[in-house]
Each structure stands twice: as C-alpha cells, then as structure tokens.
T-cell receptor, first 114, second 118 residues
Framework: DAGVIQSPRHEVTEMGQEVTLRCKPISGHDYLFWYRQTMMRGLELLIYFNNNVPIDDSGMPEDRFSAKMPNASFSTLKIQPSEPRDSAVYFC????????????FGSGTQLSVL | AQTVTQSQPEMSVQEAETVTLSCTYDTSESDYYLFWYKQPPSRQMILVIRQEAYKQQNATENRFSVNFQKAAKSFSLKISDSQLGDAAMYFCACPRVSNSNSGYALNFGKGTSLLVTP
C-alpha cells in the first residue's frame, strides 16, 4: 500500500490567495482526518470524515477554511483567502477503525503564507 | 475536554542508555487506546507503540515499552538502548472521544524533543 498521499509537499503563497491541499487516504480506510501542526499549538484536529461525510468540523478555525471529501479516495482542504497566520504543516491521516484504530499519516504539506 | 500533557519539552539521553518520556491524559472513557508517535526531522508521523486500556499488561515493541497506569491516567514511554536514530519529537495521543459513532480522532500532547548524544 502506498500510504496516505498528500500534495503538495510545500506550498508558498501570498496573503489573500486561495490554497488547496490534497489528500488520498489508504484504500479501505473509512475515516479521514485533517490536522494542523504549529509550534505554538501543536497538533490540532481541524475536521474529520467518516465514509466521506464530515462528522466534526469544530476545529476549523474560521469560515476561510473548508474541507470536502467527494469520494472515498480524495479529500481537499481549502483556505480562501489565506493569511500569514495560516502558515503551518497540514497533515492528513486515515484509519480503518473497528479494531484498527491507529492513525496513518501522510507526509504533510508545509504551507507558508507571505 | 480530553487533554494530553507532556511535561518534558526536551530530553537528552546518551547512546545505549535508557530514557523515559512522560505523558498524562484525561478521559472519562473506560475502554480506549493510547499511542506514542515519533516525528523525525523528515516530519513523517510514525506510530511507535499503542496500548489498549483494558489490558493490564504494558505494551512492548522491541526497545520501546510503556508504563501504563490507568488509575493515574499516566502513559510513559521507555526507550532502552537508545540509538542515534531515536532522535525525534515524540507525541503522546489519546482518543478525542472513544465511542465508535464519533470515530477515532486523537488528541495529541505538545511533544517531547529527544536528543541522543554519542
């Protein structure tokens, strides 16, 4: 299995621009998570999906952030408009659940908003 | 709120020695899993070990073991015979909620940076 695949690995953009981060979970995993990692706040859960349905988006910081999962093999996290304080590493993770409960992480997207 | 506390921002250990990283957590659940993840400079999050709360026996994976004290809500990681490759950030994690209807999201501690010296 290829693991969780995230793209791009690095993203540099200017304030006000739209940013789209992409994730392909492990095949057969029913849960997908988006986390954000910063030095100040550590790893924060932004949103997660079960069978492509958003279950808990209480961690999404504000309306500028949105996430979708149109099918079982693809999810996006969009920031529009981006701000410098959005600079962070964004991780996607997936798990099958039901006895296999560890999260499998992608390699993350390093986002820099100038 | 279910929180995870790692009280040691940084730790140092000499090669071949043993080090213990501390973690306490808060949960109202009785059946759950706990995890330690490692994040090397490559930033990849790698599962080190997991513990099932209903099992009294402490989990072990090669040189890595845990000391799980359920009543105290303590979950420490012991690394024996430390190697240079063990240098990384280590994160403790507990379930955000544990019932299956709410999924398997994890709350993470702030991490402990482990330095391994030759």
């Amino acid at each position: 299995d290829a693991g969780v695949i995230q793209s791009p690995r690095h993203e540099v953009t200017e304030m006000g621009q739209e940013v789209t981060l992409r994730c392909k979970p492990i095949s057969g995993h029913d849960y997908l998570f988006w986390y954000r990692q910063t030095m100040m706040r550590g790893l924060e859960l932004l949103i997660y999906f079960n069978n492509n349905v958003p279950i808990d988006d209480s961690g999404m910081p504000e309306d500028r952030f949105s996430a979708k999962m149109p099918n079982a093999s693809f999810s996006t996290l969009k920031i529009q408009p981006s701000e410098p304080r959005d600079s962070a590493v964004y991780f996607c993770a997936s798990t099958k659940g039901q006895g296999s409960v560890e999260l499998f992480f992608g390699s993350g997207t390093q986002l820099s908003v100038l | 709120a279910q929180t995870v506390t790692q009280s040691q921002p940084e730790m140092s250990v000499q090669e071949a020695e043993t080090v213990t990283l501390s973690c306490t957590y808060d949960t109202s659940e009785s059946d759950y899993y706990l995890f330690w993840y490692k994040q090397p400079p490559s930033r990849q999050m790698i599962l080190v070990i997991r513990q099932e709360a209903y099992k009294q026996q402490n989990a072990t994976e090669n040189r890595f073991s845990v000391n799980f004290q359920k009543a105290a809500k303590s979950f420490s990681l012991k690394i024996s015979d430390s190697q240079l490759g063990d240098a990384a950030m280590y994160f403790c994690a507990c379930p955000r909620v544990s019932n299956s209807n709410s999924g398997y999201a994890l709350n993470f501690g702030k991490g402990t940076s482990l330095l391994v010296t030759p």
